[in-house]
């Protein structure tokens, strides 16, 4: 049974920063990619980053730049480091990995408030 419990979100006013963090109950390594998605009210889910166990990243356009994703095999655990926060990142953001046969795992979103 797979599981992704994020962690790290909150309040914060434009132009900060928060690290939020994703821990996996099975090792990372088997994940043929760990992501990062985020949700605003009335909005679609939308990809923020995307890592894969080699390391290659991608990003958003909205976030290039400000995002960074890492993971910590070590730690069965990623992370997405986000600065410069603007209102427009509010959102549920949500942890998520791909297996090697493409079946999706998902956490419970961790909410990031941001005020102006």
């Known amino acids: 049974q797979v599981e992704l419990v994020e962690s790290g979100g909150g309040l914060v006013q434009a132009g900060g920063s928060l690290r939020l963090s994703c821990a996996a109950s099975?090792?990372?390594?088997?994940?043929?990619?760990m992501a990062w998605y985020r949700q605003a009210p009335g909005k679609q889910r939308e990809l923020v980053a995307r890592?894969?166990?080699?390391?290659?990243?991608d990003y958003a356009d909205s976030v290039k730049g400000r995002f960074t994703i890492s993971r910590d095999e070590a730690q069965d655990t990623q992370y997405l480091q986000m600065n410069a926060l603007k209102p427009e990142d509010a959102g549920t953001y949500f942890c998520?990995?791909?297996?090697?046969?493409?079946?999706?795992?998902w956490g419970q979103g961790t909410q990031v408030t941001v005020s102006s």
């Open positions: 998520m990995a791909s297996s090697r046969t493409w079946q999706e795992y």
């Open positions: 099975v090792n990372i390594a088997s994940f043929l990619f």
């Open positions: 890592i894969t166990p080699g390391g290659s990243t």
